[in-house]
């Protein structure tokens, strides 16, 4: 699965772009699961990121699949 990083967690996990192997549809739990064994960093950046799943946000109840696009996006702020 091809996970899109964005603004600060580029400097967190130095690429803009990770993979995280999963094999069927799974949920954003165990998504989450999954990649903070290859990334334990984003442990602390959990509670404030929005995930998207093919250009659209996703609730806790989706369900993910290998060939989806995943973004992890941090809060914004404007000025």
Same mark, same amino acid.
């Given at each position: 699965?091809?996970?899109l990083v =964005? +603004?600060?967690l580029k400097d967190v996990l130095?690429?803009?772009q990770i993979e995280c192997p999963i094999r069927g549809p799974v949920t954003l739990? +165990? =998504?989450w699961n999954r990649l903070l064994e290859d990334?334990? &960093? *984003?442990s602390e950046h959990r509670q404030t990121l929005r995930v998207s799943r093919n250009l659209?946000? &996703?609730t806790a109840d989706a369900l *993910?699949?290998?060939n989806d696009e995943i973004a992890l996006i941090p809060p914004v702020s404007g000025g």
């Open positions: 699965m091809k996970i =964005f +603004a600060h130095g690429c803009s739990d +165990a =998504f990334y334990p &960093v *984003l659209e946000f &996703v *993910l699949s290998e």
